[in-house]
Structure formats: C-alpha cells, structure tokens
C-alpha cells in the first residue's frame, strides 16, 4: 500500500481544495498518472499518482487539505481493498445504509465563488439548489440577478441596526495570499531601491518592426525580459536563491542554471507571475509567444502551479499612462526584483534644436543583504545600454 500525500506546490499557501477527483474510486490507476485537481490561491494543479495501484480516496471533493496531509491510498494486489478506508460503510454510503446525503455534499465551490458568495450573504441553500456539480463565479452572478437586499441592513431581532456587511470588502483568497507575501517581504528582506531612466525610443521603434515581421506582439516588456536574461552570466547574484539560513553570519546564495525571468500579469482577475523559462536563451518571437499566452490564461485564471513555479527574478510591469515611478517588492526566495513603468514622451535639447523622444523608468528593489548599490546601479546600466543599443535585438532575431 502507497499513501498518497499532498504535494508542496507553493510556499505561499497552507493549504489548498481539493475540487475534483480524475480518478474514480476502487479504479487501477498507473504511476504518474494525474487522479487529483488540487486549487491554490493562484492556479489548479493536476496531481500524479506516485505508483501503481487501486485507489482508496480518503477526502471528499470540495475539502481543504494541506501540503503532506494523507488523502488516498494506492492498493497493491496483497492489500484488501476495503471500502471503509475511504471512510464509507459497505454500501458505498458514508452516511449509513439508505441515509440521504446532506445537502451539498459532493458540489464543489470555487475560491472565487466563495469569495463572492461571502461578501453577499448568499444562503448556501440557494447555491446549491442550482443543482450543479461545480459552483463557479458566473452561477452565483446569476443568483444575485434576483436577490433581495441583504439581511445585514436590516435591523435585528433587538431592534438595534445590524452591522452593514455591505460597507466591508472581503478580500479575495487569493489577494490574501498577496498580503501574506507582501508582508513576509517586508518583514524578512531588508530591502533597498535604486531606479534609472532609460531612453526607449529605439528599441519602441524596432519593437513595431518586429511584431510586423515576426507576426508576434513585441513591446517593451519582451524587450526588457530578453535583456534581463541576457545578464545571468555577468551578475549571477541577481538571479540566485538566497541559502536558508538568513540570521547569521556565513549567508549563501544559490546560483541559478538559467535566467527564468517571472512577469506580474494583472487583467483584472488577480495578480499573476507566470515564468518565462530560459529567457537568455530564447527568441524574442518565444518570449512574446509566451506572454500572449500569460495574459490569455489569465484572464481565464487557469494557471498551473508549474506555470507560476521557480522564477529566479521578476520583472513587475506598471505600464499604465502617467506611471513615471514605482517600488516592486522582493519576493522571498529570491534577491531582486525589477520594475518597469509607461513609456513617457519628454523634450530634450538636439543640438541647437529640440526632440522628443520615450523614456521609461527601470527600478531595481534588491536584498541588501546580497547587492551592494554599486552593483544594482551597474546591473541597470547594462539593461539599460541594451535597450539603448537595440541592434543586438536584430542580431539574435533577424
């Protein structure tokens, strides 16, 4: 007999929902097989079978459960299959023979349905009444079509008002996870900031003419994400894992074999750092092919765990108009984090007359401990001379 255990998929989250079985209970399931979709508080994770065997499922679809928490057993031909391992009686029915199952059982509600659901008071009665195997946001959208104003403004029994839920917002589970990450940054990291302007007129210009010749959008983020792999060999450091004991003398870091540069993406659903693997090495038509992609799986939410795993810096974008300045956070984990901000149009003096020309801003958040600001302001110089001398560009992608 194999247990089956939950993975570690992250280390931002304790725990995660298990939303739907793949493999049918008392089935032989083969190993490396997926028969689990485990939901983090940023992507779904299909989950392998570690061997062979018959599977015993030991937690209900719909269930929390944590990372190294038992959830199934995997039955050798020596082993009894029994039913009660699963937690049920001998006819299949965990609540006795013949009883009726409580309402909801089985239905699996998604995070941001429940976030929803939450912050209107809906009945979970009425959920479920909508008879579906999976609640997603866009069911519960459909209750609150006819839903009558919450209880919550009404006055109680003691005729003293009740709190008005309405003037809270609850924050989502997976905007919760982003403040658990934001304040271990800022408890842990000694973080300090350097920023540098950057002419982009050029590499603007060239980014056109190649999304015209490569038939792939290329702006200033896949320009940006190329250059910034392009540095691992020359400042290794800035790409390396910091060593697991950080409160004392001796501090070591782990150097990183490639450039694997994450980029946030927020359209609205959330905040995102999927990973560009390999970006050093690859083309700019890949880059850009990968941050389509980015962009289109999250306004979706359909991240994998593995999409978002093992980014060894990020490269936040704030490239909304009027952005001229922005401080990204040190994720832990790693060293540094870059910051890009909008293209902004500025005048300047042209010999005896004057231009305008794009200018954007490089920020460089890094972990004082490991960077020195000499060294953060020579790692922005060399981005910064890339983006400046866009040639190479053309070199590596003509």
Known sequence: MTEFRVPKLNNNDTSYILVEWLAEDGRTVRDGEPIVLLETSKATEEVEAPADGVLRRLVAEGAECEPGQVIARLLGSADEPVREAAGQTADGNPHGPGAPAPPGEGVVVTAPARDLIEAHGIAMERVYALGRKVIRRSDVEELLGGQEPSPAAVADDAGAPAQDDEQWITLSRAQQRTAEVVERSRREIPAAFTAMNVDVT???????????????LVGLPEMVVKATGGLLDRFPMFFAEPGSDMRGPGLRARRAVTADVGVTVDVGQGLFIPVVRDAGNRTLAEIAAD???FRTTALSGSFRERDLRGGAITLTLHTHDGIVFAVPIVFPGQTCALSLTAPRSEVVQDGSGFAVRKTATLGLAYDH????GRDAAEFLRELRSALESPARFLTENG
């Open 202 to 216: 050029e590499v603007l210009s060239l980014a056109r003419d190649l999304t015209r010749r490569l038939r792939a």
């Open 369 to 372: 401990r490991y960077i020195n």
């Open 291 to 293: 941050l389509a992609g």
